[in-house]
């Protein structure tokens, strides 16, 4: 039962850092094996130069590859800054979910290779306004973009998407009373995952 959380707030000082938190002790007190990706922390280059261009790895970039190929279940942490993912997170797939890492295009032929088929994932993101509004309003191109174009793409099957919303005007008790939550929701998805992982094979 190994899961990777994967911060995509650049400050640690950040509630997102302290759900990241929260969920790593839910998961902990199941025995999970447990790992974490503070972007902010890394070293790389966010700019990719696209496929045409390879660019070397930073030795941060390949140890991020190395732990996702680890891991049985993804934990994506981030912040919705204008409707879509902060520019970290972005740049942070944009240079590992890579040709021959994540996904392979067949060669002449419009499909593709799933090199991550068999893990599962969970999107946590904070917004200062409602989810109703930005899935009526906006369309949730961040969580679409994640969910659907980089983990779905790459054969990486999302368990569900959670939506922490009003942040800007809410209280410390409403506060510490979505962080118990969360703490919960990484117990809970820890079992879910170690009962997948028990089964000969994952359906994706």
Not at 40 to 47: D, H, K, M, R, S
Not at 75 to 80: A, C, H, L, Q, S
Not at 88 to 101: A, H, K, M, N, S
Not at 187 to 199: A, G, L, W, Y
Request: overall charge positive.
């Amino acid at each position: 039962m190994k899961i990777l959380l994967i911060l995509g707030h650049p400050n640690q000082q950040s509630f997102c850092n302290a759900i990241l938190e929260q969920y790593a002790q839910g998961v902990q007190s199941n025995q999970a094996e447990v790992k974490i990706l503070r972007l902010g922390n890394l070293q790389f280059n966010p700019i990719s130069q696209g496929y045409g261009q390879p660019m070397v790895l930073e030795p941060d970039l390949i140890q991020a590859q190395q732990q996702i190929a680890w891991a049985d279940h993804l934990v994506f942490v981030y912040p919705t800054w204008w409707g879509n993912t902060p520019a970290i997170l972005q740049g942070f797939i944009d240079r590992t979910f890579l040709p021959g890492f994540a996904f392979q295009y067949k060669q002449d032929s419009i499909w593709w290779d799933r090199l991550l088929t068999g893990k599962t994932a969970r999107i946590i993101t904070t917004m200062d306004g409602t989810s109703w509004w930005h899935y009526l309003m906006h369309f949730a191109p961040g969580i679409n973009s994640l969910k659907r174009s980089v983990l779905h793409f790459c054969g990486v099957k999302t368990v569900k998407t959670t939506i922490i919303e009003s942040v800007r005007s809410s209280s410390l008790e409403q506060r510490q009373k979505w962080l118990e939550q969360i703490k919960n929701l990484g117990s809970r998805d820890s079992q879910s995952v170690q009962r997948r992982t028990d089964q000969p094979s994952i359906r994706t």
